[in-house]
């Protein structure tokens, strides 16, 4: 599965910014995605995941009710909302895709992923 992340940019604090994580030469709904980020310094961290059945979504603490993931199997795109920005938020974003297809469950470990797309650059200044 090669995945690419894309849609981020330069916010300033309380504004909003989508990331596509598309898939190609695979079918993208048979994956669960997990989207974590690294800013500079700091260790990778779990942001959101969805499962491959989009029944499943999680989000760390310091994103809920700012980040929505979502999926769209007809564009084989997994997207990530992300309102109310923060600086804190600023960081490579990168989506990733574990080995097991078809999953009910999604989690934030790293370790459960296989598959790690390019990262996209989320600068939230002012």
């Known amino acids: 599965v090669q995945l690419q992340a894309s849609g981020g940019g330069l916010v300033q604090p309380g504004g909003t910014l989508t990331l596509s994580c598309a898939a190609s030469?695979?079918?993208?709904?048979?994956?669960?995605i997990g989207w974590f980020r690294q800013a500079p310094g700091k260790e990778r961290e779990a942001v959101s995941c969805?499962?491959?059945?989009?029944?499943?979504?999680d989000y760390r603490d310091s994103v809920k009710g700012r980040f929505t993931i979502s999926r769209d199997n007809a564009k084989n795109t997994v997207y990530l909302q992300m309102s109310s920005l923060k600086p804190e938020d600023t960081g490579v974003y990168v989506c990733?895709?574990?080995?097991?297809?078809?999953?009910?469950?999604?989690?934030?470990?790293?370790?459960?992923?296989?598959?790690w797309g390019q990262g996209t650059q989320v600068t939230v200044s002012s």
């Open positions: 969805i499962s491959a059945t989009g029944g499943t979504t």
């Open positions: 030469a695979s079918t993208l709904a048979d994956y669960g």
């Open positions: 990733a895709a574990p080995l097991i297809r078809h999953t009910t469950l999604c989690g934030f470990s790293p370790y459960e992923y296989d598959y």
